[in-house]
T-cell receptor, first 116, second 112 residues
């Protein structure tokens, strides 16, 4: 079974631009979560989607948004990019309902975004 | 506030030299504790899930244990290919949704 895939793998943008990242979960998984990873802050939760609904959101500004499609694929968008948005953006998928005891999330390879 | 602390931040071992990594947590509503391995430039790779105090899981040279306040990842006779950053995460339930709270990780280097 194919794992979580993310596109693109690498991206270079300039301040003020916007970017859209894509995530395809493991087949059959209905929950998708997004994380930002930086050397200083580590892995930080952005948001989670289940059945096309955002179920939870982390402490990030409104410039960060996302959505999930009926086939469980998800996209996240960052508008008005800032230098501090440079990071590895990770997508993770899980099979069962959010909040299920010990539900395991499987991560994709990430999209490395560099903002100049 | 939910918090996960890993120690040490970095660890260098000789091949075959066993050691342990620590993950301590203060969270409300723990739903599970997870260990992941992350290689440079890649996404975290799932290793173990632990649910309750006293539980243990093993995989090759790795063994994870859980108490009420912390978890240990024991590495027995490590090899250079075990070099990676090991991440600990706790799953918490917030308003009907789940969230993983990660520690900062332990960067493990195994010298041949």
């Amino acid at each position: 079974k194919a794992g979580v895939t993310q596109t693109p793998r690498y991206l270079i943008k300039t301040r003020g631009q916007q970017v859209t990242l894509s995530c395809s979960p493991i087949s059959g998984h209905r929950s998708v979560s997004w994380y930002q990873q930086t050397p200083g802050q580590g892995l930080q939760f952005l948001f989670e989607y289940f059945s096309e609904t955002q179920r939870n959101k982390g402490n990030f500004p409104g410039r960060f948004s996302g959505r999930q499609f009926s086939n469980s694929r998800s996209e996240m968008n960052v508008s008005t990019l800032e230098l501090g948005d440079s990071a590895l953006y990770l997508c993770a998928s899980s099979f069962r309902l959010p909040g299920h005891l010990g539900e395991t999330q499987y991560f994709g390879p990430g999209t490395r975004l560099l903002v100049l | 506030e939910d918090q996960v602390t890993q120690s040490p931040e970095a660890l260098r071992l000789q091949e075959g030299e066993s050691s342990s990594l620590n993950c301590s947590y203060t969270v409300s509503g723990l739903r599970g504790l997870f260990w992941y391995r992350q290689d440079p430039g890649k996404g975290p790779e799932f290793l173990f899930t632990l649910y309750s105090a006293g539980e243990e899981k093993e995989k090759e040279r790795l063994k994870a244990t859980l108490t009420k306040k912390e978890s240990f990842l024991h590495i027995t006779a490590p090899k250079p290919e075990d070099s990676a950053t090991y991440l600990c995460a706790v799953q918490v339930r917030i308003q009907g949704a789940q969230k993983l709270v990660f520690g900062q990780g332990t960067r493990l280097t195994i010298n041949p």
